[in-house]
């Protein structure tokens, strides 16, 4: 099982530049969840999806958007990126009725 | 005030060391709770689950405090492997609704 795939695994863009981080994963869960990881802030949520169709806002949704394109993809887009958004950012996904979430490998980002 | 606290650390301890990592959580509603370990540049796995009776597993101990609102994660005779971010994760059920993580405890164990 290949359990959470996020692509790529790292990028650099320019300022302003935009680009989409995907997640795929192929354990049928329900819910998927795009967080963003930065020294001394954890683990912060950016958007996530119940289900195919729906997204909801988290902690942190300001400069992102997502696409939930069907039951196993969640993606991110990053319209005119930022050096404030230079992160690791990760896809993680779960069963309605399992408490465990599963992570991609996660994707570096840096903005310069 | 953040939803999920931790003790920041780091926390330095040597090879047979006991560390205990506390972590407090503000919504009441809260209903599920987890430990996850992230190791250096990789993604977070989880440890354990907390029950409200308290679990063991092997060296691991997990307890939850409702009233006072905290978990806590108890590491016996700790072993170099065990150095990583210790994170605590809250859910209000175990459905749909995200989890939402404290920042996270360095654990460092030293020879």
């Known amino acids: 099982n290949a359990g959470v795939t996020q692509t790529p695994k790292f990028q650099v863009l320019k300022t302003g530049q935009s680009m989409t981080l995907q997640c795929a994963q192929d354990m049928n869960h329900n819910s998927m969840y795009w967080y963003r990881q930065d020294p001394g802030m954890g683990l912060r949520l950016i958007y996530y999806s119940a289900s195919e169709g729906t997204t909801d806002k988290g902690e942190v949704p300001n400069g992102y958007n997502v696409s939930r394109l069907n039951k196993r993809e969640f993606s991110l887009r990053l319209e005119s990126a930022a050096p404030s958004q230079t992160s690791v950012y990760f896809c993680?996904?779960?069963?309605?009725?399992?408490?465990?979430?599963?992570f991609g490998q996660g994707t570096r980002l840096t903005v310069v | 005030r953040k939803e999920v606290e931790q003790d920041p650390g780091p926390f330095n301890v040597p090879e047979g060391a006991t560390v205990a990592f506390n972590c407090t959580y503000s919504?009441?509603?809260?209903?599920?709770f987890f430990w996850y370990r992230q190791d250096c540049r990789k993604e977070p796995k989880l440890l354990m689950s907390?029950?409200?009776s308290g679990n063991e597993d092997g060296r691991f101990t997990a307890q939850l405090n409702r009233a006072s609102q905290y978990i806590s994660l108890l590491i016996r005779d700790s072993k170099l492997s065990d150095s990583a971010t210790y994170l605590c994760?809250?859910?209000?059920?175990?459905?749909?609704?995200?989890?939402?993580f404290g920042k996270g405890t360095r654990l460092s164990v030293i020879a």
């Open positions: 993680a996904s779960r069963r309605p009725d399992s408490t465990e979430a599963f």
């Open positions: 919504n009441s509603a809260s209903q599920s």
């Open positions: 994760a809250v859910t209000r059920n175990s459905g749909n609704t995200p989890l939402v």
């Open positions: 907390v029950y409200s």
